[in-house]
């Protein structure tokens, strides 16, 4: 577990009980809105179909069919990343890969059950190739990589973390972030001493989140 200095405990009931980056993002932008939406059960509108968000998650689901081999042909949203579809589908043939993976962790960083009682961090990730002592952690991104290079390269630190933390055999990793409408891949290399380095920031933030018990709005 990380350096337990200057990290609070949790000791009181928690009006969150568990944290995502997406989460976490909410809250550091603005607590009230977590509030309204994680406690007070308060969801925003539904999004049309032709919303960003929408598209968004047909693409991950065209990603995933094809590479799991439910679909033949590519789809369209993703032909411009063709040959990376292409060998991760080869990769998943061969029992590499994990897809759509569901990583939950316990306030001590010990995997747990998605929806288990001791569920404190949930990391949802698109795909994970491990190969031997070295892993490759892939998210899919639709819309523009300009503009998000902070939140995206956060996230990714984030995926390093817990991949690390779930392969001990583990000594380095590559995250890759590919932006299917731009056709580009924008890869990390993490070394398990790294990703262990921004460790203790996370589960600074993410205490935060689950400690607090005022969701002020900002």
Not at 90 to 101: Q, W
Not at 158 to 177: C, D, H, N, S, W
Request: hydrophobic residues 35%; glycine residues 6%; charged residues 30%.
């Amino acid at each position: 577990m990380p350096e337990s200095s200057n990290i609070p405990s949790i000791a009181a009931p928690r009006r969150v009980k568990a944290w995502s980056f997406h989460r976490l993002k909410n809250f550091e932008a603005c607590p009230h809105r977590v509030e309204l939406e994680v406690i007070d059960g308060k969801r925003e509108p539904e999004k049309p179909a032709d919303h960003p968000a929408n598209r968004g998650i047909r693409i991950h689901t065209e990603a995933e069919d094809f590479v799991r081999g439910k679909i033949s042909e590519l789809p369209t949203s993703l032909r411009k990343l063709d040959g990376n579809f292409t060998g991760l589908r080869d990769n998943f043939t061969s029992g590499n890969v994990e897809l759509e993976g569901n990583w939950g962790f316990d306030q001590d960083w010990a995997p747990t059950d998605w929806w288990g009682k001791d569920i404190w961090a949930r990391i949802k990730l698109d795909a994970a190739v491990i190969e031997d002592a070295h892993a490759r952690v892939i998210d899919y991104k639709s819309g523009k990589s300009f503009g998000n290079e902070v939140g995206h390269g956060q996230q990714t630190q984030l995926y390093a973390i817990a991949t690390f933390l779930r392969e001990p055999q583990l000594q380095t990793a590559t995250t890759e972030l590919w932006y299917v409408d731009e056709g580009k891949i924008v890869p990390k290399q993490f070394t398990r001493e790294l990703a262990l380095r921004l460790w203790p920031s996370y589960n600074r933030r993410a205490l935060a989140l689950t400690t607090a018990t005022e969701f002020k709005p900002k």
